[in-house]
């Protein structure tokens, strides 16, 4: 049996290393992963092409093979990310709060490490980098387990920023990685109380699930987008095209790509047929109810389960609506509350919606695209958070910290 004990001692020690650790030696830290990134390239794209033929091997769909993929472009942007939230103010002693009671006690509430943070997380080598480097600049361990999929590239990810972490004069178990990717570990990660502070899935909705389902450490929920956006009767027509392009195929495979267009009536015998024109482009399905079907003659009729699916492909779901109450309502049925957004000209619509959908993020003509941690000037991000205790939309520094009070007296009791 895989012996995550000993990895949560090892990450547990560590953690109380790196909560009285400085900023510099933290920020030299991050800078020293990148920079073996960079010099270990060759090295990377080896285990991932070793990940990438056992993926292709295994049946698995394009678009998340593209998830999986490393080139040298891509370790370059997941060095410059590292070196950015190096740049990045320290989230660590920030004072939320200092008052003076009238009894004379001075208390202070400041921002500290949570402790150890562990993710369960799915084929993208990215995040086993954006993990560890969210987690060592905010003071905190983490325990890194992610799919079987990107195993030889995420080892290889882990060994380098464990041997920069430590040449920086920081434990190398500040970043650990589970090296059996069986579920029984994974469920047994999601039980290791006493050595987890929180735990993050980040990954496909299943994932999510099984892990809020079955975890008796503290979890936060990420994750699972099921993206709408509403092109109102009000709406640039030409701007939705492209909004509704980039937001189905820039990249379809993750959380904050576009699953499903409603469309107000009114525009719709308009709009759709450019749509479509659009995204025939790039081989979209598009699955339409009854009245959208009577304009599009050619596509597939959407079923109950397309309003509530993520699809993570080149899939698409539409619908015509009559109004906007019906879009809003649309959208409280079945969104997963990670981003939604609205194309209109009207200014009162659009306050509306952003008032009154539920969503960790919510765009008035924009790409739901943009919700992700280096886009909102975070630097990195270590999940988007769909629930609303703690955090909520892209997590940053400030979310991998939790509270401390100080409080000074000179011989205060209380009566």
């Known amino acids: 049996m895989y012996d995550l004990v000993s990895l949560g001692k090892a990450a547990r020690q560590a953690s109380m290393k790196l909560r009285t650790s400085d900023t510099n030696t933290r920020n030299a830290a991050l800078c020293a992963i990148a920079a073996s990134l960079r010099e270990n390239m060759p090295e990377i794209l080896e285990a991932n ?18 998830r999986l993929t490393l080139n040298a472009d891509r370790i370059r942007g997941i060095a410059d990310a590292a070196e950015e939230v190096s740049r990045l103010a320290d989230p660590i002693g920030v004072i939320d709060m200092g008052t ?25 080598p990215n995040v086993t980098v954006d993990a560890a480097v969210l987690c060592l600049k905010s003071g905190n361990a983490c325990i890194l387990r992610g799919g079987k999929e990107a195993f030889a590239t995420n080892r290889a990810l882990a060994r380098l920023m464990r041997e920069a972490v430590e040449k920086s004069g920081l434990p190398a178990d ?28 980040r990954g496909s909705a299943r994932l999510i699930r099984s892990v809020v389902e079955n975890a008796t450490v503290p979890v936060i929920e990420t994750g699972a987008g099921n993206c709408h956006m509403y092109v109102d009767r009000a709406a640039g027509l030409g701007m939705a095209v492209e909004i509704v392009d980039n937001g189905k195929t820039q990249r379809p495979s993750v959380c904050n790509a576009l699953e499903t267009v409603l469309v107000h009536r009114d ?42 699916t993520e699809y993570n492909d080149f899939i698409l779901a539409v619908k015509i609506v009559d109004s906007l109450d019906e879009a809003i309502a649309h959208i409280a049925a079945y969104s997963t509350g990670h981003s939604d957004g609205i194309v209109t000209n009207d200014l009162a619509a659009s306050r509306r919606f952003t008032a009154e959908v539920d969503s960790a993020a919510v765009y008035v003509n924009a790409s739901t695209r943009f919700t992700d941690g280096g886009e909102f000037g975070l630097g990195a991000e270590i999940g988007i958070s769909t629930q609303k205790l703690h955090a909520r939309g892209p997590m940053g520094l400030s979310d991998l910290t939790s509270i401390k009070y100080i409080v000074t007296g000179d011989g205060q009791i209380r009566s």
């Open 49 to 66: 092409r070793l990940d990438l033929a056992t993926a292709r091997a295994a049946g698995i769909r394009s678009v998340m093979i593209d």
């Open 174 to 201: 500040s970043i650990g990685l589970v090296e059996d990717t069986s579920h029984e570990t994974a469920e047994r990660l999601m039980k290791l109380n006493g050595y987890i502070d929180v735990l993050i899935p």
């Open 100 to 124: 003076t009671r009238p009894n004379g006690l001075q208390i202070l509430k400041t921002r500290v490490p949570i402790g150890v943070v562990a993710m369960i997380f799915e084929a993208r």
């Open 267 to 308: 525009v719709a015998t308009e709009f759709l047929p450019m749509m479509k024109a659009r995204l025939d482009l790039h081989n979209v399905e598009l699955r339409g109810c009854e009245r959208t079907c009577q304009i599009l003659r050619s596509i597939k009729r959407a079923s109950e389960e397309d309003w509530a």
